[in-house]
């Protein structure tokens, strides 16, 4: 059955005008794209097997344009179009977090951290660095490790943060493993870090990390 022919509730354009983009599967949304599936198959279908063969979402979206456009379903316009969407959701998210913006929703950051450091395949640790009025100031890529984690020198976090004159600090890192549940030593060091920033008058806003799904603040969880 062609999807015009399904039920209205349950047509993927019109529970996203209902109900909201939130309320779509991912292959429901990835069909919203394609507009229409493969020959015999309607475009629901033809997403779902892509998601089966090629996914799961972020494995499909992470690969290269070039890559994309030799899947079934989609070609070369549809793999440019995909790569174009998907940046001007990062330029959407990051034009929140620009220099002299003032961030007034803290869970923005941690979208931004998850933007920037999601698809890396090591751990990187970040930081945001904020004024007085917790407008952005610079976004820094301070330390890089392996797959299993990466060393933090608070020194270097206190040198950096002097450096910009912040008056406020957001750190974030990722586990490539996609886990974002924190660590022991994830809780160490953002103890350790929010010492150390203390002694310049330097305050550790939060801590986030990146893994699949929402990233994990450590600031919700009473830790920083």
Not at 39 to 52: F, I, K, M, N, P
Not at 104 to 129: C, I, K, N, S
Not at 213 to 222: E, H, I, K, N, Q
Request: net charge positive; proline share 5%.
């Amino acid at each position: 059955m062609h999807i015009r022919n399904w039920p209205a509730a349950e047509r993927p354009r019109e529970k996203l005008l209902s109900r909201g983009a939130g309320a779509l599967s991912d292959a429901e949304l990835l069909a919203i794209f394609l507009g229409s599936g493969l020959r015999g198959r309607d475009a629901v279908a033809t997403s779902r097997e892509l998601l089966t063969a090629h996914g799961p979402l972020r494995s499909l979206l992470e690969r290269e344009p070039g890559d994309l456009a030799g899947l079934p379903g989609l070609g070369p316009a549809r793999a440019c179009q995909l790569a174009a969407a998907l940046e001007l959701g990062n330029r959407h998210l990051a034009a929140s977090l620009q220099r002299g913006v003032a961030l007034t929703d803290p869970l923005a950051a941690g979208r931004y951290f998850a933007q920037r450091l999601r698809a890396r395949g090591h751990e990187v640790f970040a930081a945001l660095f904020l004024d007085t009025r917790h407008r952005t100031l610079a976004f820094e890529e301070l330390f890089q490790g392996t797959v299993d984690g990466a060393e933090v020198h608070p020194r270097e976090v206190v040198r950096r943060a002097l450096a910009h004159n912040a008056a406020a600090v957001i750190i974030g890192h990722n586990h490539p493993s996609g886990c974002p549940e924190p660590s022991a030593a994830d809780h160490s060091i953002t103890s350790r870090l929010k010492q150390a920033l203390a002694l310049v008058d330097v305050r550790l806003l939060d801590h986030f990390v990146v893994g699949d799904g929402a990233p994990v603040s450590l600031a919700a969880r009473g830790w920083v």
